[in-house]
């Protein structure tokens, strides 16, 4: 492993370490930019809601990730983005402002839910945001005056100046960007000394607060910042679907939200976005083998959530780092290769310790 | 009279879903004492129980009582065995990475019985199923619910005995309040976690089975686990006797709010009543605050 | 003038009265000691200080100021650090994100510049960064700064608390137990730290400890408690030579 020679602290605050991962994350981006010029539109629209997910990952990651704060309740953000965005749409609002507005309402709902369980932790938070988010579902079922109840709502193309933003290419660019967006945000909050505090609560509140960390302001900062981007992703879902169904931000929805951080690795962006990919490519990867798998395995109702049930489990019990841990260890293998020991790689034993008490 | 009568009705009913909402959520309650986990899945087991139940019951063609304890015993060892195969390797991971755990087991759960058992609803014969009990000429409830209800009251009886008079139930009880004193006064703690386990599936189960005259069986059923939840916070998640209180007043109001309140508020009353707990009395009714020491 | 003073402070936990009437006042630049037996209530007395407890009577005075009513992460602004009997650090940070952790309390750039990490940010962070280096340099921790906390021995991290209770470059540092859990050189070093934050930075020391030799190294003054109350006040010597200290802690007359 080479590492860079550190001249100045400002060095330490570069987002790209070194040169060779600037060019990598260069190239990465040509490429992103590219692919629509050589892949298919199924492939494209595919791709577009990776990167919604991507987006809401990063969001759920900043509070479960890094603020150590469980929410079970992000598809009802995902849900009122959506519904927002598509509703201002309707109301002739142009999209430049109605996607903002989007994520400004939801990150507004995020602070709505975030004060009243900052006495929370844990578990309760864990349950009190399930029950938030089934009762926004219903909401979203029953106020039909506003959402069209069952029948569902219709979301109309967007455009820019006057320029169509169509079909999957339309949404994977406008995901692409907003992606590329949320994540250099989200950078800087994690360098920032907000980063730092929210890290501090992650670790010890008792000791957060005695640093000067005001907890109550510092948890609805990133409720709302978790909101804000999940809205945001859920107003570029309603242009990926097209077509919005309130029953679509339930609770599975939230706990596939969930299982995003955690397959990726929790405290890591790069986590969010390899778990957005897993989560969607999976279904694909699905689809493709089922025809060949034996025993009629294929052909199974409940294989798909039966799979992610499974990889959750064996996640959490065999790799609790998640990809990400996977994808660090790797690296280290590669770059220590052929001197590489195994002991490096495991995990520290750790032992009950009471999350009752804080 | 009347509106006394329906109150009374409504209370009953109310009372009935309530006993199974304080079921699960005994559940629930039984392991976070002892574990500090807590298990979303816990609404499946119930689910699995009840599906077992049906095998042996409404399959085989099983004697009622011979086929529902056999039932609840086979999902006690499926409680013990989840318990030693999985929950026990993820012992000192933080809680919500035990939330996720038990979620992805109820979709396994959910899944593995919709292949198991496909995805219709099923119920069986039930000494229970439509009979009705007459009290003084004017008031009729159904026995079904009554079942329950005594069910419910009867499982506590032998709950509290079983906690309070045998040896493994006080050991149990020992090793919730402090694993380490408990592990040096030879109490082997780690089977007794798992026993605990086994025995929150077996009442999960039993649920499941008083349950089955009032609601058929299927791959959703798990979903009363999240009503449940309600119940255990406001009994205080820790307080045994808070979870079935919890959960008669859960089932109460929810009848309640189905009768008096608009459509659409039944489905969310459980919910509400979780949130305004957990903002107004986090500690629930009978829980207590405990901060930590530094 | 004193820079501390509590005045007749109790603390009461459901019915047990953990610490009951007691005063005293700490003047600038000592080292103020705080010792007794198990249970004595000198824990509860700095939880009291830096307001995770609120007092059931009594007032604390801080540099003029009535600190007895203000919220908890205000504690560190006014010039109080502390820390923890059994280590609370961010374990899964660095060293260094640890060290700026403590830094918080001084900064004072608004959301959204962070959001976009602006010059003004940028500034801050190398102002900082300046301030958690000197503190490294301080304590002799560079090779262990871009390490997280987890992977540090317990001597170690127990040295990282103490840093980063300077970084907040405070007033009144309450050290709760420094000693507790080192070996004889690593307790032996915590001493001459703890004489070198008072003489090169000037920093106002309290400190709950057991280690009986330590407390007698550096201390200026001396309070004995027990089951709550104040047994004696003094020069360590006098403390230790006090017959109701030593009946508190070995329960019979002097030998």
């Not at chain 1, 981007?229 to 339930?250: E, K, N, W």
């Not at chain 2, 209180?245 to 709010?257: N, P, S, Y």
């Not at chain 3, 047990?16 to 010792?35: C, D, K, M, W």
């Not at chain 3, 709760?176 to 008072?198: A, C, F, Q, R």
Request: aromatic share 10%; proline share 4%.
């Amino acid at each position: 492993m080479i590492a860079p020679f550190k001249t100045g602290y400002a060095q330490d605050l570069t987002l790209a370490k070194g040169p060779g991962s600037r060019i990598a994350y260069a190239v990465l981006l040509a490429v992103m930019a590219a692919i629509p010029l050589v892949l298919g539109e199924f492939y494209v629209g595919e791709l577009g809601g990776l990167f919604i997910f991507a987006i809401a990952g990063v969001g759920l990651m900043l509070l479960t990730g890094y603020t150590g704060l469980v929410s079970l309740g992000n598809a009802a953000f995902l849900g009122i983005g959506a519904y927002t965005n598509a509703i201002l749409l309707a109301r002739g609002v142009p999209f430049l402002i109605s996607l903002p507005a989007a994520g400004l309402l939801t990150a507004f709902f995020g602070v709505l839910i975030g004060v009243p369980t900052l006495r929370m932790s844990g578990l309760y938070l864990a349950i009190a945001t399930l029950a938030f988010g089934s009762i926004i579902g219903t909401v979203l079922q029953k106020w039909d005056g506003l959402t069209g109840g069952f029948d569902g709502f219709a979301v109309q193309t967007p455009s820019i100046l006057g320029f169509k933003i169509e079909g999957a290419w339309g949404v994977y660019y406008a995901a692409l960007i907003v992606l590329v967006l949320v994540v250099w945000v989200s950078l800087n909050i994690l360098r920032s000394p907000l980063g730092r505090a929210m890290v501090a609560i992650r670790d010890s509140e008792i000791s957060a607060q005695s640093m000067g960390i005001n907890l109550a302001v510092t948890k609805s900062i990133a409720f709302g910042i978790s909101a804000g981007i999940t809205g945001l992703a859920g107003g570029l879902y309603a242009h990926y679907v097209r077509h919005l169904a309130p029953d679509s931000f339930d609770i599975l929805l939230s706990i596939q939200l969930v299982t995003i951080v955690f397959i990726g690795g929790l405290g890591s962006l790069h986590g969010a976005i390899f778990g957005a990919a897993f989560m969607r490519l999976l279904p694909q990867a699905i689809a493709m083998v089922r025809d060949d798998l034996p025993f009629g395995l294929g052909q199974l109702p409940g294989l798909e959530p039966s799979l992610f049930g499974l990889i959750l489990v064996l996640v959490i019990m065999f790799e609790p780092g998640g990809i990400n841990g996977r994808w660090v260890k790797l690296k280290a293998y590669f770059a220590a290769f052929p001197l590489h020991r195994k002991p490096a790689a495991r995990r520290q034993k750790s032992y009950a310790k009471s999350e009752r008490l804080r | 009279m009347e509106d006394v009568l329906r109150l009374l009705q409504l209370s009953i009913n109310g009372a009935a879903t309530g006993c199974i909402y304080g079921l699960i959520a005994l559940g629930f309650v039984l392991i976070y004492k002892a574990t500090e986990m807590v298990n979303f899945a816990q609404g499946e087991i119930m689910m699995l129980g009840g599906f077992i139940a049906y095998t042996l019951v409404g399959k085989f063609g099983m004697n009622y009582w011979l086929g529902s304890g056999l039932a609840v015993l086979i999902t006690a060892a499926f409680g013990y065995a989840l318990d030693a195969l999985v929950l026990r390797r993820v012992i000192g991971q933080p809680q919500f990475a035990v939330v996720m755990l038990t979620l992805g087991l109820a979709f396994i759960f959910r899944a593995g019985a919709g292949i198991a058992w496909g995805y219709d609803s099923v119920a069986f014969n039930t000494p229970f199923t439509n009979k009705l009990v007459k009290f003084g000429g004017d008031v009729v409830l159904g026995q079904d619910n009554l079942s329950i209800i005594f069910g419910t009251v009867l499982l506590c009886g032998v709950l509290y005995l079983f906690f309070s008079r045998t040896r493994l139930g006080i050991a149990m009880q020992a090793s919730s309040q402090n694993q380490l004193a408990a592990y040096y006064m030879g109490i082997p703690v780690r089977r007794v976690f798992s026993l605990i386990w086994a025995i929150s599936a077996g009442v999960a189960a039993v649920a499941a089975i008083l349950l089955v005259p009032v609601q058929m069986v299927d791959v959703n059923s798990g979903i009363v686990g999240f009503k449940a939840f309600a119940a255990a916070v406001l009994g205080g998640f820790g307080s045994i006797p808070g979870a079935l209180v919890g959960g008669v007043l859960v089932g109460i109001v929810e009848q309640m709010a189905g009768y008096y309140l608009p459509t659409g508020f039944q489905e969310v009353t459980s919910n509400i009543v979780l949130l305004a707990v957990l903002i107004l009395r986090p500690q629930g009714l009978f829980g207590q605050v405990i901060r930590k020491r530094v | 003038m004193s820079i501390f003073a509590a005045q007749d402070i109790a603390m009461n936990f459901g019915g047990i009265r953990a610490v009951e009437g007691v005063s005293f006042t700490v003047e600038p630049g000592e080292v103020f000691s705080i010792i007794g037996p198990n249970g004595a209530g000198k824990t509860t007395i700095f939880n009291m200080i830096s307001r995770i407890y609120t007092p059931s009577a009594g007032k604390l005075i801080f540099a003029g100021e009535d600190i007895t009513s203000i919220p908890p992460h205000q504690i560190a602004n006014r010039g109080i650090a502390r820390t923890f009997q059994n280590i609370e650090l961010f374990a899964n940070a660095t060293l260094l994100q640890n060290l700026l952790i403590g830094r918080h309390c001084h900064s004072q750039v608004g959301l959204l510049a962070q959001f976009g990490f602006l010059p003004s940010v940028r500034r801050a962070e190398i102002a900082h960064r300046e301030k958690a280096e000197e503190v490294i340099e301080f304590l002799g921790l560079q090779r262990y700064r871009d390490q997280l906390i987890a992977n540090l021995p317990y001597g170690v991290r127990k040295v990282v608390e103490l840093g980063r209770a300077l970084c907040i470059e405070p007033k009144l540092l309450l050290l709760d137990e420094p000693s507790s859990g080192l070996n004889v050189e690593e307790t032996e070093e915590m001493g001459y730290w703890i004489e070198d934050i008072k003489q090169d930075l000037g920093v106002t020391i309290i400190m709950v400890e057991h280690d009986m030799k330590l407390v007698h190294a550096v201390s200026d003054r001396v309070m004995a408690l027990a089951s709550g109350r104040i047994l004696a006040l003094g020069t360590s010597a006098e403390v230790q030579n006090d017959p109701e200290v030593i009946r508190a802690y070995i329960g019979g007359a002097p030998v």
